[in-house]
């Protein structure tokens, strides 16, 4: 297919995002590493402040969802890739799910998260839904990154 010279030809969204999950693909396994490294320092933490979850759940994102999402349009031009480098603006490659029995443990857990981790950034779902005066998923979400003191022990140089 040509283009009319004037015209600057389309940014290839497809051959992108094949490009991002050949990159993701051979670190997924370093951010399952990393979600589960987490869930074991929480579970520790929280066993020791004798706080009782429901479950605790850890995942590296999906292959084909890290894709369709370094695919995204730009918003201030959808002629250009929201991500520019999607391995390193893309934030939840690796997660964590806190599953509490009650509200009032969440505290507990939040406490526990920014005592364990360097917190980058923080979303409280909950008082959204509640300023909203809405009902749904109620949850707060974190952007956490190790410790110093933890980055330089050995079992966890690798991640």
């Known amino acids: 297919m040509t283009t009319p010279q004037n015209e600057a030809p389309r940014f290839d969204f497809e051959a992108y995002g094949r490009s991002a999950v ?30 009782r979850v429901n479950d605790i ?11 369709k999402k370094a695919m995204m349009p730009s918003e201030q031009n959808p002629e250009e890739p929201k991500y520019r480098n999607p391995l390193a603006q893309i934030t939840d490659m690796a997660g964590v799910r806190v599953i509490t029995f009650f509200p009032r443990t969440v505290i507990q857990v939040c406490r526990c998260i920014e005592e364990e ?30 410790r110093a003191n933890r980055t330089g022990l050995p079992e966890y140089k690798k991640i």
């Open 22 to 51: 050949e990159q993701y693909s051979k670190k997924r396994s370093k951010y399952q590493e990393f979600a589960q490294t987490v869930r074991d320092i929480l579970v520790d933490a929280l066993r020791g402040e004798g706080v």
């Open 57 to 67: 759940q850890f995942r590296a994102k999906e292959i084909e969802s890290f894709g």
């Open 117 to 146: 981790f360097e917190v980058v950034e923080k979303e409280d779902h909950i008082a959204a839904l509640q300023k909203q005066e809405k009902l749904g998923y109620q949850s707060i979400h974190y952007l956490v990154k190790l």
